[in-house]
């Protein structure tokens, strides 16, 4: 079965750190670059970013550097986003979407399997 | 940084077409992709360059790009579309997403 799974929810104090992973399942790992949206509550989708599931070369958005790492580990098929220094405005609910058609016409990507979230909550 | 604008909300009976807009500068030589988004679920994609329907998506989905402003049209609305619906473009390898539209059917 073609999926991604996520870790399950966190909840963290301001200042500390989290790491979310994503295990594909069901196809070539590194047929497809992964990226990372999230979704605070009640508002709208946010990209953070892409990682090269063959390289694993990280591109962050603007806005999402620093704090933000993407990395993976191929060989479980999984990619990781960490958040350090969390603030209280990270908590969302935090996706990882695979790539239409893989690496092909960068620039028009679009996402056709997301995994279901993992909600990071931070609050003191 | 590039902005795509999308009404808060849209209302529509059951039956009739819905009509969701996505507005940005030169939108229309740009991609735009649709993503339904029911509630307390992931994404998916209703519509992909522009105009096409992924397999599995019903024929009452349609998109359309042209100057400034993408749309989504949902012909026939049923109940079950009732969701918020994001429209997504790139802008210079920039993913951006609409703000979201949330349409009711009612």
């Known amino acids: 079965q073609v999926q991604l799974v996520q870790s399950g929810s966190e909840s963290k104090k301001p200042g500390a750190s989290v790491n979310i992973s994503c295990k594909a399942s069901?196809?070539?790992?590194?047929?497809?670059?992964l990226n990372w949206v999230r979704q605070a509550p009640g508002q709208g989708l946010e990209w953070l970013g892409w990682?090269?599931?063959?390289?694993?070369?990280?591109t962050y958005a603007q806005g999402f550097t620093g704090r933000f790492v993407l990395s993976l580990d191929a060989s479980v098929s999984t990619a990781y986003l960490q958040i350090s220094s969390l603030k209280a405005d990270d908590t969302a609910l935090y996706y990882c979407?695979?790539?239409?058609?893989?690496?092909?016409?960068?620039?028009?990507?679009?996402?056709?399997?997301w995994g279901r979230g993992t909600l990071v909550t931070v609050s003191s | 940084s590039y902005e795509l604008t999308q009404p808060p909300s849209v209302s529509v009976s059951p039956g009739q077409t819905a009509i969701i807009t996505c507005s940005g500068d030169d939108l229309g030589n740009k991609y735009v992709c649709w993503y339904q988004q029911r509630p307390g679920q992931s994404p998916v994609v209703v519509i992909y360059q522009d105009t096409k329907r992924p397999s599995g998506i019903p024929e009452r989905f349609s998109g359309s790009n042209s100057g400034n402003t993408a749309t989504l049209t949902i012909s026939g609305t049923q109940t079950m579309d009732e969701a918020d619906y994001y429209c997504?473009?790139?802008?210079?390898?920039?993913?951006?997403f609409g703000g979201g539209t949330k349409l009711t059917v009612l």
């Open positions: 979407a695979r790539v239409a058609k893989g690496y092909s016409d960068y620039g028009n990507w679009y996402f056709d399997l």
């Open positions: 069901g196809y070539t790992f590194n047929y497809f670059p």
């Open positions: 997504q473009a790139w802008d210079t390898r920039t993913l951006v």
């Open positions: 990682i090269n599931t063959n390289t694993g070369n990280p």
